[in-house]
């Protein structure tokens, strides 16, 4: 989806965020970032970078040790918890650990995320089997996640961030443990999603094979600070600076 | 209606995974119910019966002569100092025989050899309703007794302190019992909601990830919390009334029953009771709500 840099606000602003984990874990450092509306992001870099805590960072679950968080035009440190609860059914979160209920169904799990907003029993129904249609899961539907692969769980965890169709979906490694067939459906879905319902999309990844050759930004954490990614063209790195 | 849906199946979901729980604490706030409601309902009772035979209350002084009519308004006067009173009546021995015959009605035969002289006269003293306190009537009747003339001085009092002593006693059970139903009742449903939260912990803390609402995680706790109070204390009061129909019919006919013209609770005394487990229970939630779920 085309954006216009100059005038839009962004969907979600970091500026100078830094996070130190006690007692001096210093995860990310000094970041600034802008991810404007219907964008797709990748953020990439090795493991212990500070991906995971970036994207914790802009969900809530942990708060920044120093610097400004912007989600949607509103600071997350002066949000409150109620506020908090109903930014996070907006935003689809697909954990790298997954988070999902071993003993529940795939269906019981990703129709919690639906639940949460009072959508009606029928919809999500409908929902759930488009979303697993899409990753290729149908016949898993009311199997246990805890007895799914660790492929299938991860798809499992990206339909429930998913099922919403959030305006900010936020994808942990989704790819971490897919074959190449299943990360061609995931990144199906992304541009699904980004085309279809408009989401802004923000994928962690070490993976290179997915931001290759994409005409979208990709973004490169080294030790928690971040820099345009090296083999980006001058384009990219001059709408990073926007 | 989305919303109440998912309440209740939120609700029904919790009771079903620790069911085992929940009925023993259905059958403890049940019990409670029924151990509190079945002395209260003994006072309750007991209150209505002093209530009835404090009416009765009269002070009978007997002289060992009668009193003038001139004299009387000065008798009167000085009584009336001392406590308050509702009426005076003066007996003499005359009146006291014509109300004695007139007692006997067909019987009054056997009066024929004696004479009318021989019933003492009396005062019949009547303190107004507000003197039902049993010293306060041993004060009185010890008063009346320095009255001139006076020979003896009749209060049923010492029936009336017994009756007063058992009531009392009563009374502390009740309270007893009160006290165990409150502990009772908040700390065993707050005490199973915490199983409820703990068996759910992972579901809750996922349900937070996803943006559950404050509402949606705690209603269904809330709730779990007040039908818990509404089902214990109904069977509470139902085994309760049902205990009091057997003995009533039971014991039907003249007997103790009669005597104290037993009854069940008034329709709101029992609504008051349920309400009252009702929010017990969901103050034991609310507990447990506060506790262990930080939203
Ligand atoms: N809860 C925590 N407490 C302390 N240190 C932490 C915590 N979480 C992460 N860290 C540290 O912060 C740094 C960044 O971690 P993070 O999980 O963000 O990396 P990552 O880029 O997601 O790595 P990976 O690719 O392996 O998932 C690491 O050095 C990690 O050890
Ligand atoms: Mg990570």
């Known amino acids: 989806m085309p954006r216009d840099a100059s005038t839009d606000k962004p969907l979600v602003e970091l500026v100078n965020v830094t996070k130190i984990y006690p007692p001096d874990v210093v995860a990310v450092e000094d970041v600034s970032l802008r991810i404007y509306k219907g964008e797709i992001l990748f953020l990439t870099g090795m493991s212990g970078a500070g991906k995971t805590t970036l994207i914790k960072l802009i969900c809530c679950l942990e708060t920044p040790t120093r610097g400004l968080i912007e989600v949607a035009g509103r600071d997350l440190s002066r949000i409150s918890s109620a506020g908090i609860q109903r930014m996070r059914q907006k935003i689809g979160v697909a954990y790298q650990d997954f988070r999902l209920l071993d003993k529940q169904t795939v269906l019981q799990n990703i129709a919690m995320a639906m639940e949460v907003t009072y959508t009606s029993t029928k919809v999500i129904r409908a929902r759930v089997d488009e979303l697993l249609a899409l990753l290729n899961l149908s016949d898993k539907r009311d199997k246990l996640a805890g007895e799914l692969s660790r492929g299938e769980q991860q798809r499992v965890a990206l339909a429930r961030a998913a099922a919403n169709g959030p305006s900010l979906l936020l994808a942990d490694e989704p790819t971490g443990n897919l074959d190449p067939t299943a990360t061609e459906l995931v990144i199906n879905l992304f541009r699904h999603l980004n085309e279809k319902n408009g989401s802004t999309i923000v994928v962690a990844t070490h993976d290179p094979s997915i931001y290759a050759d994409t005409e979208h930004r990709v973004m490169a954490l080294n030790k928690g600070q971040l820099s345009a990614h090296p083999n980006r063209s001058p384009r990219q790195i001059e709408l990073f600076e926007a | ?295």
């Open chain 2, 1 to 295: 209606m989305q919303f109440l849906a998912y309440i209740l199946r939120q609700t029904g979901k919790n009771l079903r995974q620790t069911w085992g729980t929940q009925v023993m604490t259905l059958l403890t706030v049940t019990l409670s119910v029924l151990l509190f409601a079945f002395f209260f309902l003994i006072y309750t009772n007991m209150l209505r019966a002093s209530a009835r035979l404090g009416d009765d209350v009269r002070l009978i002084v007997y002289l060992d002569q009668e009193v003038a009519e001139q004299m009387r308004p000065g008798l009167e006067k000085k009584i009336r100092d001392f406590g308050p009173v509702e009426k005076i009546v003066f007996v003499s021995r005359t009146e006291a025989f014509a109300r004695l015959s007139a007692q006997l009605g067909k019987e009054k035969d056997v009066l024929n050899d004696l004479g009318p002289d021989f019933l003492p006269p009396s005062i019949e003293v009547y303190p107004l309703k507000t003197l039902n306190d049993l010293t306060k009537i041993s004060q009185f009747s010890d008063f009346l007794l320095t009255l001139p003339h006076a020979a003896k001085v009749q209060s049923g009092s010492d029936w009336l302190r017994r009756f007063g002593y058992f009531t009392n006693l009563l009374r502390a059970v009740v309270l007893l019992s009160g006290g165990l139903l409150i502990i009772s009742m908040t700390f065993i449903v707050s005490y199973t909601l915490r199983l409820t939260v703990l068996s759910r912990q992972g579901e809750l803390e996922i349900l937070r990830l996803l943006g559950a609402t404050s509402a949606y995680i705690r209603l269904p706790l809330l709730l779990e919390g007040m039908l818990q109070g509404f089902l214990g204390s109904s069977l509470g009061l139902a085994a309760l009334y049902f205990l009091y129909q057997y003995i009533a019919s039971r014991f039907s006919g003249p007997g103790f029953l009669k005597l104290f013209d037993f009854a069940f609770f008034p329709p709101e005394l029992t609504a008051s009771i349920l309400l009252a487990g009702i929010v017990l229970c969901t103050v034991g939630s609310l507990f447990s709500i506060r506790r262990f779920i930080r939203i």
